[in-house]
């Protein structure tokens, strides 16, 4: 796990939560259709020998 694995981790959960908002933008003015939302968290982090390192969402 390494810096560029956390920018990649943040850069798709990003995009699914902007797939989400245009999904309720296109579908605002259809009947029945109920918005959905996006939840993010983050991964616990890993434990080194000095201590604990993020590793994103």
């Given at each position: ?26 579908n ?5 259709y109920?918005?959905?939302?996006t ?19």
């Amino acid at each position: 796990m390494g810096i560029l694995d956390i920018g990649t981790r943040a850069l798709q959960a990003n995009q699914v939560a902007l797939q989400t908002t245009g999904n309720n933008i296109a579908n605002v003015n259809t009947a029945g259709y109920s918005r959905q939302k996006t939840i993010l968290s983050a991964v616990p982090g890993q434990f080194t020998g000095a201590g604990y390192v993020g590793k994103g969402v």
